[in-house]
């Protein structure tokens, strides 16, 4: 834990002690992933550069492409007028944000009917390319 926590505790953590964060890429503004962050995580991240993440299916930090190589380097970091929910700004290397090997984890839209989701966006790389082991969906 930092010396001066105080920027920390300017943050409302929800019961679980995450706050969610949405990473943009600062060049296009595209949203490319959510996901959730702890203070630990938060903390990595502002001391690294780098996007660090708490994954909750891991029960673990997560530093964004620890496997992949496919980091989120952060260029500027935001909370919004309720310091509930944290925007990062980001370059993400490599051009992959998804674990599916796409762009963004935003790929998928509502059909016109309504009635479905479909893939609008491209596969960049396979993720069999990518990881060792396939990660969760």
């Known amino acids: 834990m930092s010396a001066d926590a105080g920027w920390l505790d300017d943050l409302r953590w929800d019961a679980d002690g995450l706050i969610p964060a949405i990473a943009q890429e600062a060049a296009s503004g595209k949203v490319v992933m959510f996901a959730w962050m702890n203070r630990e995580a938060l903390e990595r ?13 891991r029960a673990r930090l997560w530093h964004k492409g620890e496997e992949s190589g496919h980091v989120q380097k952060v260029c500027e970091l ?46 960049l790389k396979d993720p069999k390319d990518i990881y060792k082991e396939t990660p969760e969906k």
């Open 45 to 57: 991240t502002v001391a690294t550069g780098e996007a660090v993440y708490w994954s909750r299916s």
């Open 78 to 123: 935001r909370t919004d007028c309720d310091g509930d929910v944290l925007l990062l700004s980001i370059e993400q290397v490599g051009g992959i944000a998804c674990h599916t090997g796409r762009q963004s984890c935003f790929f998928r839209r509502l059909s016109d009917e309504g009635r479905k989701w479909e893939d609008v966006e491209p596969v």
